[in-house]
Each structure stands twice: as C-alpha cells, then as structure tokens.
C-alpha cells in the first residue's frame, strides 16, 4: 500500500471589500499545524500589500530554496560529504505582461562550505542531484535555476 502525506494549513482573514479593491486590508493569518503560532502575511506591495510583512511569493521562493537544502543536506550525509554551513540568496520573477501572470523562473544561490578535505566536484554534482529530488521543485511548474558554489572550509 503506498503511503500518502498530507500537509494542512489554516488561513483567516477578515474586514470589508465594501470599498472597492483599493481599500480592503490584505493581512491574513496563516497557521500550520500542528504548530501553534501563526504567521501574519500580506499581499505583495504591487497588489496593495505591505512591505512590512511576508507575501505568499515569498513564501513560494522560501519553500523552493528550503526543500533544496535539505534535499542536498540529505544526500550530503549519504554520501559521507560533511557540509558545514549552507546559504542561500533565492530569487523569483513574476512579469505581469506573460499570462496568465505566475512566478516564470525562481534562482537559488546556495553557498555551500564543506569541511576541509572534502571534494568539491563532488559536492557540485549532489546540487544538481538534490534539485531532483526536491519534492517542491518537482511541484512546480516555473523554471528553477541553480547557481552554486562549493567552498571547503
């Protein structure tokens, strides 16, 4: 029997549209179960949110760049590559003249320090791997490309 996971969240908005698009507030609550907190996020400045708070782009681009990293620190470990620090500076592009508009491309940076002695080819080559085996990039319909670099501590 094949074994299926499921993932819930629970959003909550509330207010008045009465006043056209220009004037409703876009804040809303977003929980994850079984996590008790809740985040509050927005709708991207451009679309009338704040800039103070997260949008749910951001939180596209975040889930890619993190199911990167623990896609490669998985096969890292695997594969006896001690990784010691893993950063990334991720990126997405969403132009509204190509309908319908979406996210087209996401870019992840991740700067990748493996211990001393280890192989750096190696450690280049899992980046790719992993990218493979991330589930949210095999969700995703946009365009993902990576652009590591591998340093030895």
Do not use: K
Not at 51 to 56: A, G, K, V, Y
Not at 98 to 107: A, L, S
Not at 127 to 143: F, Q
């Amino acid at each position: 029997m094949e074994h299926i996971h499921t993932y819930r969240t629970q959003l909550s908005w509330s207010g008045s549209t009465a006043g056209g698009y220009d004037d409703y507030d876009r804040t809303h609550r977003l929980a994850l179960p079984p996590n008790a907190g809740t985040l509050l996020t927005t709708a991207d400045p451009a679309f009338r949110g704040s800039d103070e708070l997260t949008n749910p782009e951001q939180m596209l681009v975040a889930a890619a760049s993190s199911c990167q990293l623990l896609s490669y620190l998985a096969m890292a470990a695997r594969s006896r590559i001690d990784v010691r620090s893993y950063e990334d500076s991720a990126e997405a592009i969403m132009p509204e003249d190509d309908r319908p508009v979406r996210i087209t491309r996401i870019t992840l940076r991740p700067r990748i320090v493996i211990a001393a002695g280890g192989d750096v080819d190696r450690a280049l080559r899992l980046v790719e791997r992993a990218h493979h085996e991330c589930y949210i990039a095999n969700s995703l319909t946009s365009e993902i490309v990576i652009e590591p670099t591998v340093e030895v501590a």
